[in-house]
């Protein structure tokens, strides 16, 4: 148990003194057998103790005689010299080392004793699910529990020796590229265990080194004029994420609308779809490229049956539309009459780069306004041709800014920051 961490104990006691029910809210205490409840019945019986020793009769401790020039008494009896025995220490020898005490149980019956308590483990879990009641015991018997994939904190040790050579630094920028790329297993246990997202710890973690979906607009449309120390910053995490009110509603909302998406495809005649939880993809043949799409569709009608599902939700003005609201916002254009995702926003290039890590062909992109019941769809088909645009910004920016940074942080420490290309 955590020392800094207060549990409250809760003890009935009948006036006989007989403890009649006990609980605490520690992991061990449900059924009023713990640590905590224990020192406490010894407090009360502490307290009690010294209650009945107080006699109001009393006198005070300046009605006293003083105390402090009363010699104190000989601990040692006192006997006459010719009986004491002188004993002289010899500090050149070495203090014999008390023995532990060696267990005399066998080691093969070590082994029965821990295979006897995972059997007893396991009865608890089944009595725990079958009579629905809680047992004390699972909190404190040991479990298997899966092991999380390790993520290191750095793609590479820190550098030793300053200054740093130019050849030493190119072949430690080739390292942290190779360091960021994944197999197929090791892919798909990142997706498995971040599939809480912002709420787990490795979510965070893996999107650290790489250019996520929500920063591909920021990267692509960024002039050579214009310093990248701001987008290096929020890349890396140096900058404390921003939310807004409207981005916790947002995150909020989205199984919700994410269920009226699914009203809206029932309503259209596409039955059977179905959209499932994902985690952080890393993309298979550029490490440096990740995606946290909002979920994974499966739509039996489409010729591709599987796609992601991209959910936005935006605050619209009083007594306004959802169709004027992304508008105004320029987040759709209209084409022909129909409102279709502006090609020059920043969601386009997200959902392009989703579609590129994940490998899948289409994505449903989802609007709902926040004063307003209904709600924009459209599917964005993966454009081969606009992509080849983007990728190589992406890996261009990453590897003469982000990579130089991860090997060699200077903007982390306010130092001007370090070009690939000049080394």
């Known amino acids: 148990m955590k020392k800094d961490k207060v549990y409250t104990c809760y003890l009935v006691i009948s006036s006989l003194g007989k403890m009649l029910r006990a609980h605490c809210k520690c992991p061990a205490g449900i059924d009023g057998r713990c640590n905590h409840v224990a020192s406490t019945l010894f407090a009360l019986e502490n307290y009690c103790k010294v209650r009945e020793k107080l006699d109001e009769s009393d006198e005070s401790c300046t009605s006293k005689p003083c105390k402090w020039n009363v010699p104190r008494k000989r601990k040692g009896a006192i006997q006459p010299i010719n009986e004491m025995t002188f004993v002289k220490h010899d500090y050149t020898k070495e203090k014999k080392i008390r023995k532990l005490h060696h267990s005399p149980v066998n080691a093969n019956q070590n082994a029965c004793r821990d295979e006897n308590k995972s059997r007893f483990f396991e009865m608890m879990k089944e009595y725990q699910r079958v009579s629905g009641n809680t047992v004390a015991w699972t909190h404190i018997l040991p479990q298997e529990v899966k092991k999380l994939q390790d993520v290191k904190d750095s793609l590479l040790s820190p550098v030793k020796c300053h ?6 630094l190119k072949e430690k920028f080739e390292k942290a590229k190779r360091n960021l790329m994944v197999d197929d297993l090791q892919r798909q246990d990142i997706e498995e265990q971040t599939r809480g997202q912002s709420n787990t710890e ?3 973690r893996h999107r650290q080194p790489r250019i996520t979906a929500t920063k591909c607009y920021r990267v692509a449309v960024q002039r050579e004029s214009t310093s990248p120390t701001k987008i290096i910053k929020d890349i890396l995490g140096y900058n404390k994420a921003y ?3 409207s981005m916790e509603e947002g995150l909020k909302m989205e199984d919700q609308i994410i269920n009226d998406y699914k009203l809206l495809k029932q309503s259209q005649g596409d039955e059977g ?3 499932s939880k994902c985690g952080f993809f890393v993309s298979k043949e550029h490490g440096y490229l990740g995606a946290s799409p ?3 569709v499966h739509d039996p009608s489409a010729s591709d049956s599987e796609g992601l599902i991209e959910v936005k939700y935006v605050q619209t003005s009083k007594d306004e539309t959802l169709e004027k609201a992304l508008l105004r916002k320029s987040i759709c254009k209209k084409n022909s009459n129909a409102l279709r995702l502006n090609d020059k926003h920043k969601y386009f290039y997200q959902v392009h780069q989703q579609m590129f890590v994940t490998g899948r062909k289409w994505t449903d992109f989802v609007v709902k306004g926040s004063g307003c019941d209904s709600l924009f769809c459209e599917r964005v088909h993966f454009s081969i041709d606009r992509w080849k645009s983007i990728l190589p910004k992406l890996e261009s920016f990453f590897n003469d800014w982000i990579v ?5 942080p200077r903007v982390k420490y306010g130092i001007p920051k370090l070009n690939a290309r000049s080394v």
């Open 163 to 168: 200054p740093v050579s130019a050849k030493e």
């Open 202 to 204: 490795l979510w965070h």
């Open 243 to 245: 939310q807004s009110k």
């Open 273 to 275: 779809i179905t959209v």
């Open 294 to 296: 909002d979920g994974l």
């Open 404 to 408: 130089p940074e991860l090997v060699y």
